[in-house]
């Protein structure tokens, strides 16, 4: 059974970073495209950051040069390194797995979130 854990979620401060990471308990992500979604309060859930099976990546304009997607296949672990974080960036973010870009319908795996929150 495919688990998807997200930690490493918090709150800091404007311009501050984060590095959230997502385990896949069972589940190799070598070679499956793996994404990373947030959800602020009252809005859609929203792509940020997509690692295709074949590695190549893909941001949302709102987090390109300031959000970097990665993974180890030895760990079976899917990162998403976040600096000068904007108090914009705060939500739940998702870990994803199987999907197609930011067609959020098409992920059928999903962690449980984790929180993040940037003040000023």
């Known amino acids: 059974q495919v688990q998807l854990v997200e930690t490493g979620g918090g709150s800091v401060q404007a311009g501050g970073s984060l590095r959230l990471s997502c385990a896949a308990n069972?589940?190799?992500?070598?070679?499956?495209?793996m994404a990373w979604f947030r959800q602020a309060p009252g809005k859609e859930r929203e792509g940020v950051a997509v690692?295709?099976?074949?590695?190549?990546?893909v941001y949302a304009d709102s987090v390109k040069g300031r959000f970097a997607i990665s993974r180890d296949n030895a760990k079976n672990t899917l990162y998403l390194q976040m600096v000068s974080l904007k108090p914009e960036d705060t939500g739940m973010y998702y870990c994803?797995?199987?999907?197609?870009?930011?067609?959020?319908?098409?992920?059928?795996?999903w962690g449980q979130g984790t929180q993040v929150t940037v003040s000023l």
């Open positions: 994803a797995a199987d999907g197609v870009l930011f067609h959020r319908e098409t992920y059928r795996n």
């Open positions: 069972g589940y190799p992500v070598n070679g499956r495209s």
């Open positions: 690692m295709s099976a074949a590695g190549i990546t």
